[in-house]
């Protein structure tokens, strides 16, 4: 047995069920937050600013994860990510300008080593399993990844759930009290078409807010006292600045500079399902208390996905996932843009998420199996690349939703899905035709040996 087997985990299956659940209890709240932010803090725009000020530090911790990484520790950057979320939660109580902003930046800057924290973790995990349960390394990914982001996608049902339930509680919820001259596409952030919500009762928010801090308690000590360490793959440790090359020498790889439009097209895409669907058409049209039941349907839908995706992959093959992956979502965004929302046509409200449901639960798992295996030997330079360029999806669609219609927005994420996808096939295209070339050259090798032997 080598050496990259003796670091393996030992309990893999284990493992990415105590990972799961820390992820679940911990975005249980985030998410939600997210979802309502729009809504919650409208004015001059806090809440939508306070996402973008998350993506954009985002970014640059995504850049520098990799290296945060290997000084600190994967399970260390859980850690300390879990107590950063436990502080953005608190600062939700009192939400200025002087709370929310200064740790919506901290939570970004610590949302890179998490992300990629979570890439090692399941990778080094799915190599454990492939061989104790002798099975190829994409059946293994998908397996362990659809069940990661099964659970994942329960935050939004869970959390969804309870912040409806909770806020149908508060007296301020009428959606016929909205000030708005229109819902949906023709959303624009002017005086003359924005739309504005009703706000629901402070002691209700706080209700809802203080569960979200119990669940960042609870998947803080799940990861403290039950997630074991993640063994390093190299005994030398490189420093900071050779950790920052690599990661920008990993971005100049041609596969990862064509596969950068399209993780930047799927998080603009659910950057707009998470905050101008639940604000410009939920809201505006139903009232924010029904923002959490729709958006539990959109959760329930894709944890459901995920699952049978992550089974389904060893037999359908990537390529074809994510042609249907794309199609869900160019369908989504025209719909987006043609509808004329209205209180009348509720089944629309429920189909609509559960159509970008089938896109994420595609991307997620599959985008983590694609960088597994496509960048293997830089892997944690890949990983950081690609929520980096996540990263700057959800930061542009934030602060774009500030000073642009949101008509204009959609044909900006029509037009990325479109490239993103060539993108993704020219990257496939240059995998393949690498690996013939290894499978060549290991022929050659293989026969020069023969002849040698002769």
Not at 97 to 117: A, D, E, K, Q
Not at 162 to 175: E, M, T
Request: hydrophobic share 45%.
């Amino acid at each position: 047995m080598d050496d990259n087997e003796n670091r393996l985990p030992e309990r893999p299956l284990r493992d990415t069920l105590v990972l799961s659940f820390a992820f679940m209890a911990i975005f249980t709240s985030y998410m939600t937050i997210q979802s309502l932010q729009s809504s919650l803090n409208q004015e001059a725009a806090l809440g939508i600013i306070s996402l973008a000020c998350v993506y954009g530090a985002f970014v640059v911790s995504g850049i520098s994860a990799a290296s945060c990484i290997k000084i600190v520790g994967a399970k260390r950057s859980l850690v300390i990510g879990w107590v950063v979320h436990t502080l953005y939660v608190a600062s939700n109580f009192y939400p200025t300008w002087g709370t929310l902003i200064p740790s919506s930046i901290l939570l970004g800057g610590v949302t890179g080593p998490i992300w990629t924290s979570l890439g090692l973790y399941l990778a080094a995990n799915s190599d454990a399993y492939s061989r104790i349960k002798n099975e190829g390394m994409h059946s293994a990914l998908s397996k362990l990844n659809g069940i990661f982001f099964m659970c994942m996608e329960l935050t939004h049902v869970i959390g969804n759930l309870i912040s409806s339930s909770v806020l149908r509680q508060s007296s301020n919820i009428d959606n016929a009290n909205n000030v708005t001259k229109t819902c949906g596409a023709e959303d624009c952030p002017v005086a003359a078409n924005h739309t504005i919500i009703e706000q629901p009762d402070k002691n209700v928010v706080y209700i809802l807010l203080g569960f979200f801090l119990l669940c960042d308690i609870f998947g803080l000590c799940l990861t403290v006292f039950l997630l074991p360490n993640l063994k390093s793959r190299k005994s030398n440790q490189q420093t900071l600045l050779k950790s920052l090359v690599s990661c920008c020498t990993t971005l100049a790889d041609k596969k990862v500079m064509l596969l950068i439009p399209l993780f930047f097209s799927q998080s603009m895409n659910q950057g707009l399902l998470l905050t101008e669907f639940t604000k410009a058409y939920i809201s505006c049209s139903l009232g924010v208390s029904m923002v959490g039941f729709i958006m539990a349907c959109y959760g329930g839908s894709t944890a459901i996905f995920a699952i049978l995706i992550g089974y389904l992959a060893q037999y359908t093959g990537r390529y074809f996932l994510f042609v249907v992956a794309m199609c869900a979502d160019m369908t989504m965004l025209l719909v987006f843009y043609f509808w004329k929302p209205n209180e009348h046509q509720l089944y629309l409200f429920f189909i609509i998420p559960c159509i970008g449901a089938l896109s994420e639960a595609i991307y997620q798992a599959q985008f983590n199996s694609l960088v597994s295996i496509l960048f293997k030997e830089k892997i944690d330079s890949a990983f950081a690349n690609y929520y980096t360029a996540k990263a700057l999806g959800y930061t542009a669609t934030f602060i774009t939703g500030v000073f642009m219609c949101l008509r204009i927005r959609l044909i900006i994420a029509v037009t990325l899905v479109v490239i993103g996808f060539l993108g993704y096939v020219g990257s496939e295209f240059l995998y393949s035709k690498t690996k013939l070339l290894q499978n060549r050259k290991d022929d050659n090798y293989a026969s020069s040996d023969e002849q040698m032997g002769l």
